[in-house]
């Protein structure tokens, strides 16, 4: 947790969140602007800008982010039929520089995305 942003702020707990999951490497807390009934960030405590950051030495890490993602799942009640989604840069959405999954369920979702 060595960033400043926003995200490494929230694992740090200085900043308050409603968190759905927690480990050792792993925070799972819901968006403050969900976009379906179940809307929960997945998030890594160690500060990574986005996936292409994601190196070889991160296999353990990426092992705890998808472990997260159906644990998540299964406590939201939407394990079957979800959607994660990462976006990477400003121009695919990404707005918080903290590589995060969006783990999204509830409702019917659309193809293609938006």
Known sequence: MSGDDLFCRIARKEIPADVVLETDDVLAF????????????????????SLEEVAEG??????????????????EGVAGGFRVVTNIGRTAGQSVDH????????????WPPG
């Not at 991160?58 to 092992?63: F, I, K, M, Y």
């Open 30 to 49: 819901r968006d403050v602007n969900p976009q379906a009934p179940s809307h929960v960030l997945v998030i890594p405590k160690e500060h990574l800008a």
């Open 99 to 110: 590589l995060h999954l969006h783990v999204l369920g509830g409702r019917n979702m659309g």
């Open 58 to 75: 991160h296999g353990g890490l990426l092992a705890a982010l998808v472990g997260a993602v159906n644990e998540v799942a299964r406590k």
